[in-house]
């Protein structure tokens, strides 16, 4: 069994910076495809961005340039450095990590970009 908690949403300026984290429980986390998704009002989750157990990443298009995946397995975190944010990005942020045809999901956390 995993767990998952995310921290690190709030309330920021178009334009500002916010640092997701995801915390993981459990064993072997280290191996495990970990990643980011979000969902907005109104619309379905979509993925944000993901890693890998060696470290390979993939950015959603909208996301590009602007945010950065990382991970550390000695601490079992994964975080989410988010830049020049803007309104769009305004969504529940969930964790997800993936074990053979297992997913676990955190609960999320709330991101609102806004003046």
């Known amino acids: 069994q995993v767990q998952l908690v995310e921290s690190g949403g709030g309330l920021v300026q178009p334009g500002g910076s916010l640092r997701l984290s995801c915390a993981a429980s459990?064993?072997?986390?280290?191996?495990?495809?970990m990643g980011w998704y979000r969902q907005a009002p109104g619309k379905q989750r979509e993925l944000v961005a993901s890693i890998t157990g060696g470290g390979r990443t993939n950015y959603a298009d909208a996301v590009k340039g602007r945010f950065t995946i990382s991970r550390d397995n000695a601490k079992n975190t994964v975080a989410l450095q988010m830049d020049s944010l803007n309104p769009e990005d305004t969504a529940v942020y969930y964790c997800n990590l993936i074990r053979g045809v297992l997913v676990f999901w955190g609960k999320g956390t709330l991101v609102t970009v806004s003046l």
């Open positions: 459990g064993s072997m986390i280290g191996i495990n495809d």
